[in-house]
């Protein structure tokens, strides 16, 4: 069931330009997702009207994602694509806004670059450890993705989150001292981290579209962008849609939501529609702001 925090009625226009309407494939009371080429669709999108952007591109790793995508370009013409939309996405955010960019580290190195370039505000390198990949001769084993996390200027929304101190799955006790000051930590947890270690792989069907076999995203690594970043009835814009894990979240969360898939918008109705896909557990705690408490 989606939470209802009496988020008011929304009008896409605000957002995106109704000439925009050939390429709708699919709306709902929170969000409209358009079918075609992010760099076709984006310059439909009004300056500064978006709060967050969460992309996750194709990594260029040759994977067959279906015939309008090239998922196997030259490196250099590869980082040049990329950089288009990220001029996009920087474009299209409010003063304040974020931008969270998921990829491999030797690509966010040099998007991170451009992004600094273009005056973006750096907030973090959030190492996201998923140890999936079988190890590589003459060099170390890769065990994590990167997610950069940026802002267009001192950040408009930061929502701290906390997560339960760790214990042992077998006794039962906490795993660490902190040091001897244990009794002066906030009872609600800890302070989320920039390692995030408990990101699960989308591997089991119920977690997983049928129809689309290539990686899927965890529920709760978008969740949690979306929560430090935004606040319900806020926009959420995601250029590559995938099997449409950043909408389901954004339905679920009350946040509208923007997004644009170039070839498996059928994949992302039908999650949309049914709603039978399971969203993974999560225990964080989102310290809300006593602004934000009064507001609703």
Not at 74 to 100: N, T
Not at 121 to 135: D, E, V
Not at 201 to 229: A, D, M, W, Y
Request: glycine content about 8%; charged content about 30%; overall charge neutral.
């Amino acid at each position: 069931m989606r939470l209802n925090f009496g988020v008011k009625p929304w009008s896409a226009t605000e957002v995106i330009k109704t000439s925009s309407d050939r390429e709708l494939s699919y709306q709902t009371d929170l969000g409209r997702l358009y079918e075609g080429d992010c760099l076709d669709i984006f310059p439909s999108i009004h300056d500064a009207s978006v709060d967050t952007v969460f992309a996750d591109p194709p990594f260029n790793l040759g994977k067959k994602y279906g015939s309008a995508t090239d998922d196997d370009k030259p490196d250099c013409e590869y980082v040049e694509w990329c950089k288009k939309w990220v001029d996009e996405s920087i474009r299209v955010l409010k003063p304040g806004g974020a931008l969270f960019l998921y990829n491999l580290p030797k690509w966010n190195i040099l998007l991170g670059a451009h992004l600094a370039e273009r005056g973006m505000t750096f907030r973090h390198w959030i190492a996201i450890s998923i140890k999936l990949c079988l190890p590589i001769p003459k060099r170390l084993y890769p065990a994590h993705y990167s997610l950069l996390y940026y802002t267009k200027g001192k950040p408009k929304t930061f929502r701290n989150i906390r997560t339960p101190i760790k214990t042992c799955r077998h006794c039962g006790k906490e795993l660490k001292d902190y040091g001897g000051h244990r009794d002066a930590m906030n009872p609600k947890g800890v302070n989320l981290t920039d390692v995030w270690e408990d990101i699960p792989p989308v591997r089991h069907r119920k977690f997983k579209s049928k129809k689309r076999t290539q990686n899927q995203l965890s529920t709760k690594l978008v969740g949690r962008c979306i929560e430090i970043s935004t606040i319900p009835g806020e926009v959420v814009l995601d250029p590559f849609g995938g099997s449409g894990t950043t909408y389901d979240v954004c339905e679920r969360l009350d946040r509208h939501w923007i997004g644009m898939e170039i070839q498996n918008a059928d994949v992302i109705i039908e999650r949309l529609d049914e709603g039978v896909l399971h969203h993974h557990g999560t225990d964080d705690l989102v310290d809300v702001p006593e602004e934000e408490r009064s507001a609703r």
